[in-house]
């Protein structure tokens, strides 16, 4: 079981939640650019607490399976990473979103879209 997510809820289904994360990462870099740190803290605002060391490995996987592309620039003396989605990644959202909404539909409002 992975110990990278800690949820306030129950810390023993956490193992359930990585695809949801991957979900959410994906999401954000489809509407905008995303760096490390502000994904951290977007997901901490949904519950996920998760380090940075389980979050910069997963944008790596993201990108290189060609979901994210990366670019880097200086900002003052750092330099900084930001991901963006690429063209597959969004087909990979969409596609998501109906599975998205039927799990939704049967999870959470109790009924099967047919």
């Given at each position: 079981m992975p110990r990278w997510i800690t949820l306030?809820?129950?810390?023993?289904?956490r193992d359930l939640y990585s695809g949801m994360i991957r979900l959410h990462v994906l999401h954000h870099a489809v509407k905008e650019p995303i760096f490390g740190l502000?994904?951290?803290?977007?997901?901490?605002r949904h519950?996920?607490?998760?380090?940075?060391?389980?979050?910069?490995?997963?944008?790596h996987g993201l990108e290189r399976k060609?979901?994210?592309?990366s670019t880097q620039f200086r900002d003052g003396k750092s330099l900084r990473t930001v991901y963006r989605a690429t063209a597959k990644g969004?087909?990979?959202?969409?596609?998501?979103?109906?599975?998205?909404?039927?799990?939704?539909?049967?999870?959470?409002?109790?009924?099967?879209?047919?």
């Amino acid at each position: 079981m992975p110990r990278w997510i800690t949820l306030a809820a129950d810390i023993d289904d956490r193992d359930l939640y990585s695809g949801m994360i991957r979900l959410h990462v994906l999401h954000h870099a489809v509407k905008e650019p995303i760096f490390g740190l502000g994904m951290l803290e977007e997901l901490a605002r949904h519950g996920y607490k998760i380090s940075p060391g389980t979050l910069y490995p997963l944008l790596h996987g993201l990108e290189r399976k060609g979901y994210l592309r990366s670019t880097q620039f200086r900002d003052g003396k750092s330099l900084r990473t930001v991901y963006r989605a690429t063209a597959k990644g969004r087909a990979a959202l969409e596609s998501a979103r109906s599975k998205i909404r039927e799990l939704f539909s049967e999870v959470v409002e109790g009924r099967k879209l047919v």
